[in-house]
């Protein structure tokens, strides 16, 4: 199970991540990625398409959460940080079909530079997490799913 922390503890706890300092869209990696999270494919049974594929908006959202954004430590101890300040950053589908508004931007293989990337989530899946230091709330969990009638 995962654990959270709040912007404040993460770096009481010494967690930081330096920004890029290369072009978001540097290696073939990053393309694919970039590819998967800007446009929707049928094939492709659980995506996260940004609402704005451009690479000035992603690395903005990819910045902010590296720069003052809770953490997660997965349960593969892998370091993810959310930008959660952004409203609607992109939408779920699921075999092409949209099911869920997502309000953050999440940045997965922090410890990478070459692994490195970020996608849109939903506070909503991750809203009764809380800080494993201090308690706090760490994600307002607005966006709801879809329902056949719209958000």
Same mark, same amino acid.
């Given at each position: 199970?995962?654990?959270?922390?709040?912007?404040?503890?993460?770096?009481?706890?010494?967690?930081?991540?330096?920004?890029?300092?290369?072009?978001?869209?540097?290696?073939?990696?990053?393309?694919?990625?970039?590819?998967?999270?800007?446009?929707?494919?049928?094939?492709?049974?659980?995506?996260?398409?940004?609402?704005?594929?451009?690479?000035?908006?992603?690395?903005?959202?990819?910045?902010? +959460?590296?720069?003052?954004?809770?953490?997660?430590?997965?349960?593969?101890?892998?370091?993810?940080?959310?930008? *959660? !300040? #952004? /409203?609607?950053?992109?939408?779920?589908?699921?075999?092409?079909?949209?099911?869920?508004?997502?309000?953050?931007?999440?940045?997965?293989?922090?410890?990478?530079?070459?692994?490195?990337?970020?996608?849109?989530?939903?506070?909503?899946?991750?809203? +009764?997490?809380?800080?494993?230091?201090?308690?706090?709330?760490?994600?307002?969990?607005?966006?709801?799913?879809? *329902? !056949? #009638? /719209?958000?």
């Amino acid at each position: 199970m995962s654990e959270y922390y709040c912007s404040r503890c993460r770096f009481e706890l010494g967690y930081s991540r330096e920004l890029p300092s290369v072009a978001l869209l540097e290696s073939n990696y990053h393309k694919v990625k970039h590819q998967k999270h800007t446009v929707l494919s049928t094939a492709e049974r659980l995506q996260s398409i940004f609402t704005d594929p451009s690479t000035s908006a992603i690395r903005r959202d990819l910045e902010e +959460a590296l720069l003052h954004g809770p953490m997660e430590i997965d349960d593969k101890g892998r370091i993810n940080f959310y930008a *959660t !300040s #952004t /409203g609607i950053t992109g939408h779920r589908y699921e075999w092409g079909t949209l099911v869920q508004s997502q309000d953050m931007t999440k940045v997965v293989l922090s410890t990478s530079a070459t692994l490195r990337h970020a996608f849109p989530e939903s506070s909503f899946r991750l809203g +009764a997490a809380t800080c494993a230091k201090c308690g706090q709330s760490i994600f307002k969990g607005s966006t709801a799913t879809l *329902t !056949s #009638t /719209g958000e």
